[in-house]
């Protein structure tokens, strides 16, 4: 009875374990190696289709092929440590983590071959996306990015369709429901699983089928409980980086986050312990027993051979090193230089390999410096304790104490530490300042008149938005409309194409929108600019360009027309979705402000952002985390956050650093933004109006 408790201490301690190694070291060797990889660009990071493009390589194909092995076979080998210990646990048997970690490796055998790219779609996308039992470490969720929802929202067929994928996902996974048990506890393919997973459905009485139902139905609900009761919980994998403790420590909203997101991690842990539990018991009672790898088996004896070989080796290099008795010699004759020296060639060998490697030291030496004084003040008041509060404090001043300086200097070392100390904490926890102060941009003008349309930026200059955000595309004559769809079906019900019509037909249309009792017509650039030099206010335009057909240098001289002509460059500020629209407008004007619209991102963010020669990065907002933010701070790159709608989000974004809300209801950024500004006053380093423009930049 006794073993059939411990199973919960010991998955809890396994998860514990296993998470502190993926945030520590997996997730940043991982990051790491796609940034060396993308470092052959033209910087640490790519968006958009680009990223795509950058793994069609060779060397992209195997980085692609190893980051699908790596990340699939982390996502089975902890499902497999959780289920053997659960099995165990309910057959009152013990079971050692190591045991279950070295069972769990057997496991592996399930996605090789011409399976993994089936398991990585499986386990890696289709269980997160679904969030339904099978909660992992690596990839706790997915979703599907808020812009094609929000798309998708705006017609009765969009909603149509988003309510069919929904009940396809949760059905699908609901059907498939014990394919991760079968090929973990019988050690199957994921085909074999599938075909296995159809029978067992079949064996189940109508009564388990009934209870399994009743379990997803209070699955979802919950689901929706926890996270409505935690909409704070927003950090996400890649934030428990290096800035982890400088967040902590500086800022009182990241540990709001930090606590909401453990407790979200806990509540969905505990709830698919719970489900699994019940899972594992009812797969039991029909045949499906685990399947375990002895040690005298042939596939036990290949891993302790492995095991041997990679031991041996690392021993027969030490022992080699320890020969070299020439060296030895010298380094204990000059200890000072030889310890120099090893620091030094580290430093620059390391520095090669993790160009902020200043980043990742200071954090270790500030924590390591905090153990340190604890110890001390622990020893100070109980001069015989010996434990962990003092383990830092205890070896640090042994050593210490050995050294010749120290015995003569003990002062002057202690000095000079806690000059060095406080200088490392003054570089880690300098805040970052911010370019500019928070915008609020209208997206498509405002939702309170058909969007695109005069009426909708007027509403915005009401709100007093800072910008209005348009779309402008050419029409069939070559002048710049003011239109988002390349078609013109859902605010018009015309099935044609803009880049079809003249100017004239189009401004002929009656715009409407579904729910909406309002109607508009198609403005050009040029008219809606004249109106809103007609009103009160300095609202600008966030002009989106729109190219179709390989016609960005056609679009980019025509607006660039328009602008100038009508006086209106220093309220205008320009972005893209098409890079090649970006680089002609900012090589034909680079004092404006250009900006590239980003619906997705992989790598990491550091200064060599400006070798794609943009000003601003407009982020669609699931791309947003703090790590992000953390990382265009320190590379001075403002992001504007789209397309936010919802008031508490919008707080959450400002306070993670966001530089602009570009949303449906500015009434509502403005707001948010004007109580941010009286709580957190800061310093921003331009304080002018309208977008940033240095004295430089005018000679």
């Not at 509502?668 to 709580?679: C, K, P, S, T, V």
Request: proline share 4%; aromatic share 12%.
């Amino acid at each position: 009875m006794r073993e059939k408790g411990k199973w919960l201490g010991k998955l809890i301690q396994f998860e514990i374990l296993y998470r502190v190694c993926l945030y520590l070291f997996v997730n940043p060797l991982l990051s790491q190696l796609l940034r060396l990889y993308l470092s052959r660009a033209r910087s640490g990071m790519t968006f958009n289709s680009d990223i795509v493009m950058r793994f069609l390589s060779l060397p992209g194909i195997f980085l692609a092929l190893f980051y699908m092995l790596v990340g699939t076979g982390l996502i089975v080998f902890e499902f497999s440590v959780i289920l053997h210990l659960i099995d165990k646990g309910q057959c009152g048997e013990p079971l050692s983590i190591r045991e279950a970690c070295r069972q769990a490796l057997f496991s592996l055998k399930g996605i090789r071959n011409l399976q993994l790219p089936f398991c990585t779609l499986y386990f890696a996308l289709f269980l997160p996306a679904a969030h339904l039992v099978y909660i992992n470490a690596l990839i706790p969720r997915l979703r599907v990015p808020e812009f094609v929802i929000g798309e998708l929202r705006l017609t009765l067929s969009g909603r149509l369709l988003i309510s069919a994928f929904w009940l396809g996902l949760y059905g699908l996974a609901i059907f498939l429901l014990f394919v991760p048990l079968l090929m973990i506890f019988r050690r199957m393919k994921l085909s074999q699983a599938i075909k296995q997973n159809l029978r067992l459905w079949k064996q189940l009485s109508v009564k388990e089928q009934g209870r399994l139902a009743l379990g997803c139905g209070f699955w979802f609900l919950a689901e929706l409980l926890v996270v409505d009761f935690l909409p704070k919980a927003l950090l996400i994998n890649s934030d428990f980086n290096r800035y982890f403790l400088k967040n902590l420590i500086l800022s009182p909203t990241f540990r709001h986050y930090l606590m909401q997101s453990l407790l979200i991690q806990l509540a969905f842990f505990l709830m698919s312990l719970g489900f699994l539990y019940f899972l594992v018991r009812l797969i039991r009672t029909h045949g499906v027993v685990m399947m375990e790898e002895e040690p005298e088996s042939e596939e036990a004896e290949r891993l302790n051979e492995a095991v041997s070989r990679v031991r041996g080796a690392t021993a027969a290099g030490v022992r080699k090193i320890q020969s070299w008795e020439g060296l030895h010699r010298w380094i204990s004759r000059h200890p000072w230089i030889s310890g120099l020296t090893l620091i030094i060639l580290l430093c620059f060998g390391i520095s090669e390999i993790f160009p902020d490697f200043m980043t990742l030291l200071l954090p270790v030496i500030l924590v390591v410096s905090a153990l340190y004084f604890l110890g001390a003040i622990v020893t100070k008041l109980r001069p015989q304790t010996s434990g962990k509060l003092n383990w830092v404090y205890v070896r640090l001043h042994g050593w210490l104490s050995g050294r010749r300086v120290y015995q003569r200097h003990p002062w002057m070392v202690r000095v000079l530490l806690t000059l060095m100390v406080m200088y490392c904490a003054d570089l880690y926890l300098r805040p970052l300042s911010r370019e500019h102060q928070p915008w609020a941009i209208g997206h498509r003008g405002s939702a309170y008149a058909v969007e695109n349309t005069i009426e909708a930026v007027r509403q915005a200059a009401i709100a007093h938005a800072d910008y209005a955000e348009i779309d402008v595309q050419l029409s069939a004559d070559g002048i710049p409309m003011v239109y988002h769809d390349p078609t013109l079906t859902r605010l018009t019900g015309v099935n044609k194409k803009v880049e079809d019509l003249t100017a004239e037909q189009l401004q002929s249309l009656t715009l409407s929108t579904e729910g909406q009792y309002v109607k508009g017509k198609i403005p050009t650039l040029r008219q809606l600019i004249q109106t809103m030099k007609t009103w009160e206010g300095e609202t600008g335009l966030l002009i989106e360009l729109k190219p179709v057909n390989d016609n960005q240098a056609e679009l980019a001289e025509k607006v660039i027309d328009v602008v100038e002509s009508e006086d209106f460059a220093a309220r205008s500020i320009f972005m893209s979705l098409d890079y090649e629209a970006v680089q002609i407008l900012q090589r034909q004007r680079p004092q404006w402000w250009i900006g590239y619209c980003v619906y997705g991102t992989a790598g990491e963010m550091d200064y060599r952002i400006w070798n794609w020669n943009i000003d601003f990065l407009a982020v669609e907002e699931s791309q947003i985390s703090v790590s992000f933010l953390e990382q265009a701070g320190r590379a001075w790159m403002p992001v504007y956050v789209w397309t936010v709608d919802n008031y508490d989000k919008m707080s959450n974004y400002l306070d993670m650093g966001v530089s602009g809300l570009i949303t449906n209801y500015p009434d509502l950024a403005r707001e948010e933004i004007d109580d941010y500004m009286q709580r957190y006053p800061q310093y921003y380093q331009y304080q002018g109006k309208g977008y940033p423009i240095y004295e430089w930049e005018t000679e």
